[in-house]
């Protein structure tokens, strides 16, 4: 113990169970000080002024009565005379004045705090309730905090304006809807040692993903300058991802970076009562550059699972972490400033899965980053600054550049919420997850595309990305009990493109992925032809340069941006169903479809039926895609090797002849792909009639085949699938076609290969599934939203098959 103080504790003397003397936020801080430094955990020295302290300051003005009377009968709902109220409370406590005995100590703990940190030191000033950051409820960001205090002065004006902040309008109301006692919550304040994160960059950091609940995650988001810029949501931060399974094994497991715009960041004012923090604007070069490097993600990454893993083993059960950190621009090093349990996703009950469908879709008026999965439906109501808060009626869509937490009595009572500004750690995200209402942030110009009185559509239903449509679209809710899901033998696996929606996804019984297509990673997420980044000579049109260049800015080099981006984009769906199998087709763009990335028009020839061109395998040994191809190899090298994910399975596109078969395995190998080698399977696509005639040769070069029933189907009946002429006749229920499907499932059965099928003939003929089963396929990947309607079909199938074979055949 640093002082003999009867209202001062230090962090390192408070564990969790002094949440009644020093509040939620200060005994957490105080447990990860004294049980987590010694294992590598940076974390700033600092003390709490006990709750004991904010009942001294109440007695001794004799204030207790005058606040009981000036909240009986408030009724929250009427704004105005919550306001009133409020403010009324505050000035009783802030005219109150400290004690000259609780001053004393908190002077004598701030010389101390000077003595290890250096003359006048520089201190954040925390609120911390006594019944805050309980598992089922947060108080998070109800009280102030007051951040680079210097002097005697400020620290004393801070202190008390924190007791004052207990009686803010948004923690009245939040007590009331939470049923606390006003005056069974007292407030304890928390004076630690400021983290020159003005220097440098700060963030939060949940222990899994804020929007799913997917839990094998950690989530890092990040801007420049100090914290309270993304908490207020006046930023769009960076975000990272590392995935906790391979992260533990030692692998540097980031499997998804999104640059966010980091437009501002508050620094460190010139000094004085007035000016303790000031905003200022980022330089652009600065905006197009993450703010911290990997190798910070990686140290707090390691810091979260540490918290996470001593929280859970504390309460017996894991417990998501809801985190606070900053990075030191003066020493480089990253501290954690702040931890609480998450209480938000972790509490949902995770054996109904619920999803939301938009039945029809209209004209987007805004779009942003989506917040939840729901679908909401009401009026728009825009909100430009805390005055107008009264004008907002219960149902309606809340549109505002940000959100506050003064604004959250209002917020409860909204429909959905959409902001200009803010990322998935806003203010606006977190509330909306905290009332499980859709919210769509940073759409940049919400409030001039969105115009009061609207009925409009939020919807969040559709993966990453949420929109704001005009008029009211009709949706519908699908519940479906997982408990009552039975898994099939037959492994019934989904496609997907787009890694934005894999965590949802993942939570959808599933036996994994069973076509993940790279094309859509390549044209959604890198946008550049890959010879356009191998040789950008080539590419003399400078407005197609400049696109190049501000998509490529802050990488090493073009070849860098294409590996990095493409490795994120696969590792992020082959994290979401590790360690299922996750089948990553390589690129299977046909000549036309290349030519429309950017540059692609200089690298890609022009084909009269690029349908049946320089497709699939023929372009991976050509010397016109082959440097193309080594990028894609090594960006999936990086997420076996690097990430960790050996779940990862690659899958070869249209490869005509057995030669071709042989020259793209040796293509693979030369790339650092070596079927077999740190476990390897190399599919192909089973999709041409030669696939299927020769299937015994080309199971001497690949571990498996998935049926692509549509171009089999095309090439099989001879009609292309593209053509409104001839389309009509496309079928793949044809006999013949259903008899190449037989044969290539007992062609891989002969040969001991894994059979599957990843077309789209089981989704729109639930029948074609029955005879895939009958058939005995060892797979069936299909559309998510057909998965759970085709895992019945299958476990019904089976079921038949097996009743059949128990009925013996009667004797003649």
Not at 619 to 639: H, I, N, P, Q, T
Request: hydrophobic share 40%; with cysteine; aromatic share 8%.
């Amino acid at each position: 113990m640093k002082q003999d103080a009867t209202y001062i504790r230090w962090f390192a003397d408070i564990r969790n169970e002094d949440v009644g003397l020093v509040g939620g936020k200060n005994a957490s801080l105080g447990e990860m000080y004294s049980e987590l430094t010694p294992k590598g955990v940076k974390i700033p020295d600092g003390f709490a002024v006990t709750a004991e302290g904010y009942w001294h300051v109440l007695d001794s003005a004799g204030i207790l009565d005058d606040l009981k009377e000036t909240l009986a009968g408030l009724d929250r709902s009427d704004v105005a005379d919550l306001a009133k109220r409020g403010k009324q409370a505050r000035d009783l406590i802030l005219s109150a004045g400290i004690p000259d005995d609780l001053w004393g100590e908190i002077k004598a703990a701030y010389d101390m705090l000077c003595d290890e940190y250096g003359p006048d030191a520089d201190v954040a000033v925390r609120s911390s309730a006594t019944a805050e950051d309980l598992p089922t409820a947060s108080f998070a960001g109800q009280q102030e905090t007051y951040l680079n205090v210097r002097g005697y002065q400020a620290l004393r004006e801070a202190y008390i304006k924190c007791l004052a902040s207990l009686f803010t309008d948004r923690a009245i109301a939040y007590r009331i809807d939470n049923h606390f006692d006003h005056f069974k919550v007292a407030l304890s304040v928390g004076v630690m040692k400021m983290v020159r994160s003005d220097l440098a960059a700060s963030g939060v950091i949940f222990t899994l993903d804020t929007d799913t609940g997917f839990r094998d995650v950690v989530l890092i988001t990040g801007s420049y300058g100090l914290g309270e810029m993304i908490v207020q949501g006046a930023v769009n931060p960076d975000e990272y991802y590392v995935f906790k399974p391979t992260f533990r094994k030692g692998y540097r497991a980031i499997v998804r970076k999104n640059l966010g715009g980091k437009r501002v960041k508050l620094i460190y004012g010139l000094g004085g009562a007035k000016e303790v923090t000031r905003r200022v604007d980022v330089p652009e070069a600065d905006q197009k550059r993450f703010c911290i490097a990997d190798d910070d993600v990686l140290t707090l990454a390691g810091y979260a699972l540490t918290i996470e893993d001593h929280y859970s083993a504390k309460a017996g059960k894991p417990v998501p972490m809801d985190i606070e950190w900053a990075k030191d621009g003066e020493t480089g090093e990253v501290f954690i400033v702040q931890a609480r349990p998450e209480t938000v996703q972790s509490q949902k009950a995770g054996d109904v899965l619920e999803t939301y469908h938009l039945d029809e879709r209209g004209t987007v008026l805004a779009a942003g980053k989506s917040i939840g999965d729901a679908i909401a439906v009401g009026k728009a109501r825009i909100i430009t600054d805390v005055s107008r808060l009264p004008e907002f009626r219960p149902g309606e869509v809340l549109v505002s550049d940000t959100t506050t937490p003064d604004w959250e009595p209002v917020m409860k009572t909204a429909a959905a919420i959409v902001t200009n500004r803010g990322g998935r750690t806003s203010h606006a995200a977190i509330v909306s997850r905290e009332l499980g209402i859709p919210a769509v942030v940073g759409t940049g110009d919400a409030t001039e595309k969105v115009p009061t009185g609207r009925e409009v559509t939020v919807s969040c239903a559709e993966g990453e990305e949420g929109f704001v449509y005009d008029r009211a679209l009709p949706f519908h809710v699908e519940r479906i009990q997982l408990s009552d899901l039975r898994r099939p033998k037959t492994a019934v696996m989904m496609n997907l493109g787009n890694p934005d929606a894999a965590f949802g996804l993942a939570m959808v019984p599933n036996d994994g992925i069973g076509l993940a297509r790279m094309e859509f990673i390549i044209s959604s997420y890198i946008k550049v032809h890959p010879m356009a980044l191998v040789h950008p000579e080539r590419v003399t049109d400078e407005a197609v340069r400049r696109s190049i260049a501000d998509l490529t800015y802050g990488y090493p080099n073009g070849e860098e941006y294409f590996i990095e981006r493409l490795a994120e984009g696969a590792g992020t769906i082959a994290a979401a169903f590790y360690p299922n199998p996750v089948v990553v087709r390589m690129s299977d763009f046909k000549t036309n479809e290349y030519a429309s990335l950017l540059g692609g028009t200089y690298f890609e020839p022009e084909e009269a039926n690029p349908m049946l061109g320089f497709r699939g395998a023929s372009r991976y040994y050509d010397e016109r895609y082959r440097e193309g191809f080594s990028l894609e190899c090594r960006a999936m090298k990086r997420v076996r090797e690097e990430m960790g994910l050996v779940n990862l399975i690659i899958m070869i596109p249209f490869c005509r002849r057995v030669e071709e078969a042989k020259q793209v395995i040796d293509e693979l190998g030369k790339n650092g792909l070596r079927r077999g080698e740190n476990g390897l399977s190399v599919y192909q696509m089973c999709e041409i009639p030669n696939n299927v005639v020769q299937i015994d040769a080309f199971s001497d070069y690949f571990d498996g085949f998935s049926i692509g029933s549509n171009d089999l189907t095309q090439l099989t009946l001879g009609i292309d699938r593209d053509s409104a002429v001839v389309g009509g006749a496309f079928d793949e229920r044809d006999p013949g076609v259903k008899r190449m499907v037989a044969m290539a499932i007992e062609g891989c059965r002969r040969n001991g290969r894994h059979s599957g099928l990843c077309g789209e003939a089981p989704s729109t003929y639930p029948e074609f599934a029955d005879f895939l089963v009958e058939q005995g396929i060892d797979s069936i990947s299909v559309e998510p939203d057909a998965i759970l309607k085709i895992t019945l079909r299958v476990a019904e199938v089976e079921e038949r098959l097996r009743s059949a074979k128990r009925v013996a055949p009667v004797p003649r």
